[in-house]
């Protein structure tokens, strides 16, 4: 049975995705802060956190609601989180 990996839906990275401290861009900060940003807003469930490939801007909406956020605020912790 083949998988397709786009059909897969996971917390924040799939299975080709590596934790890259260097990777400026929001998914991969995504990859590297998703656990500590998690523990910091614990109304977040792994239903928001669960995207499929291509789908990082519904997950960033989807924190979004469920923090009372903007979008743009979300992103913003995201680009400016202290590793």
Known sequence: MSLD???IKHHGYD???????SD???EGRWSNIQADYRKKNP???DDDVNFKSGEFDHMIASIA???KRSAED???????WNM
Do not use: C, V, W, Y
Not at 15 to 21: G, I, M, V
Not at 74 to 80: G, L
């Open 74 to 80: 979300i992103k913003n912790d995201i680009r400016n």
């Open 15 to 21: 299975a080709d995705s590596k934790l890259n401290a």
């Open 65 to 67: 609601r469920r923090t």
């Open 5 to 7: 990996k786009d059909n």
């Open 43 to 45: 109304s977040i469930t």
């Open 24 to 26: 400026d861009s929001l």
